[in-house]
T-cell receptor, first 112, second 114 residues
Framework: DAKTTQPPSMDCAEGRAANLPCNHSTISGNEYVYWYRQIHSQGPQYIIHGLKNNETNEMASLIITEDRKSSTLILPHATLRDTAVYYCIVRERNSGNTPLVFGKGTRLSVIA | SAVISQKPSRDICQRGTSLTIQCQVDSQVTMMFWYRQQPGQSLTLIATANQGSEATYESGFVIDKFPISRPNLTFSTLTVSNMSPEDSSIYLC???????????FGPGTRLTVL
């Protein structure tokens, strides 16, 4: 079963920041937070992951609370192409034998 | 990243027939995973395929219905047997690259069973 809880849907105005929350209150010390997204009719795409420090890459920023029980994915300037389902997943790193377990995700709609 | 291709990209099949989906990766990988995504739903893991051994199936999925082959480190097939309309889904293969500790996904095969 998925270990995360996400809102089912969110809207965001084009050009504004999209902040997608995720609760993972049962996360263990060796589990990372991963974010993937799935644009309609495509395979899921990796976005970012982190352990306890905030992370940033060219796609997004990941903010993890100090107690690690929740996190927020931030798309700084959302575009229409960011419309997708976003999945927050907790998983041990270096766990090549353990596949990703997907929850229901958040359907983000970016509106012009 | 890993480049993953799947064939066919989509198909429409008749009830009672079988379809074999191919997954090709551009580099050698130890583990390959097969997922199903039913309409409007999230991804569900079907099985894990390790080269040279029998695939490991998740609860609710059986080898007779979803036989998997893994003949080498870059290729795998998933067969959907004796299909019914309930098998209409997107089937995705996925791999983990050790260097990246990330899973990469193929584009998926959209199956419609009439």
């Amino acid at each position: 079963d998925a270990k995360t809880t996400q809102p089912p849907s969110m809207d965001c105005a084009e050009g504004r920041a999209a902040n997608l929350p995720c609760n993972h209150s049962t996360i263990s010390g060796n589990e990372y937070v991963y974010w993937y997204r799935q644009i309609h009719s495509q395979g899921p795409q990796y976005i970012i992951h982190g352990l306890k420090n905030n992370e940033t890459n060219e796609m997004a920023s990941l903010i993890i609370t100090e107690d690690r029980k929740s996190s927020t994915l931030i798309l700084p300037h959302a575009t229409l192409r960011d419309t997708a389902v976003y999945y927050c997943i907790v998983r041990e790193r270096n766990s090549g034998n353990t596949p990703l377990v997907f929850g229901k995700g958040t359907r983000l709609s970016v509106i012009a | 990243s890993a480049v993953i291709s799947q064939k066919p990209s989509r198909d429409i099949c008749q009830r009672g027939t079988s379809l074999t989906i191919q997954c090709q990766v551009d580099s050698q990988v130890t583990m390959m995973f097969w997922y199903r995504q039913q309409p409007g739903q999230s991804l569900t893991l079907i099985a894990t395929a390790n080269q040279g051994s029998e695939a490991t199936y998740e609860s609710g999925f059986v080898i007779d219905k979803f036989p998997i082959s893994r003949p080498n480190l870059t290729f795998s097939t998933l067969t959907v047997s004796n299909m019914s309309p309930e098998d209409s889904s997107i089937y995705l293969c996925s791999v983990e690259r050790d260097l990246y500790n990330e899973q990469f996904f193929g584009p998926g095969t959209r199956l419609t069973v009439l």
